[in-house]
């Protein structure tokens, strides 16, 4: 009998804890977003490495953009094309910093050099907006 009833209050004393979190208790809260995320990733192609966004698509950079600091794509050449976005709690990441642009949103640079999508390449992988002559380039993990 006393074994028992030493069983018995192993049993409730280990199911306390167990029925307090499933009963009334604080669950546990979800993790956060981890805030030092990479924006992008390395794919590699037939070309070679490329970056792509965390949906797939493929990221270029602007040959005017030099100084690291800011974005030469402003106004219309926005709409064209689509600066890689970050938060305004952003930080930078390994290789990515956060840069302002002119409007005073931030975006993604990679080695300093602002990121951005084309809306010429309409599903991931697509790399339509590489345009040698209006000096656009695919972001690549090794310039």
Known sequence: ????????????????????????????????????????????????PKLVDLKGMTLYYYERDTNG???????????????????TDAKAVGDFTVISRNDGSKMWAYRYRPLYTSPADRAPGDANGNATTLQWRIARPEE
């Open 1 to 48: 009998m006393l074994r028992f009833h030493i069983a018995a209050a192993v049993i409730v004393l280990s199911a306390v804890p167990a029925l307090a979190n499933g009963h009334g208790g604080e669950a546990a809260p979800a993790p956060k977003p981890e805030a030092t995320t990479a924006p992008a990733k390395v794919v590699l192609t037939k070309q070679g």
């Open 69 to 87: 600091k800011s974005s030469n794509c402003n106004g219309k050449c926005a709409e064209s094309w689509v600066p890689l976005t970050a938060t």
